[in-house]
């Protein structure tokens, strides 16, 4: 790997962990009043073009961070509609 590659993976590992944190307080607390709906469509349909867009260019570091990070979307979605008060 060159140092390009290492410096995507590394931007990719804490750009993914830092959003984790979200879905976890979510799951724990069972609230999502804070979440809104239309920002989380928005961000799902972007991290689902940046993933495409990695596979268009065959880019590991982008394609690992956006499959996780679209995982994580799509759970808070889930949340916001399983939660729903």
Known sequence: MNPIEILGLVAAILTTT???PQVYKT?????TDSLSLSMLYIFVIGV???LIY???INSVPII???FI???SGFLLLY???RYKN
């Not at 799951?27 to 609230?31: D, Y």
């Open 69 to 71: 990070t679209a995982i």
């Open 54 to 56: 990695g596979f268009l």
């Open 18 to 20: 830092a959003f984790l």
């Open 48 to 50: 689902l073009c940046w």
């Open 79 to 81: 949340f916001k509609y």
């Open 27 to 31: 799951w724990k607390t069972k609230s």
């Open 64 to 66: 690992l961070a956006n």
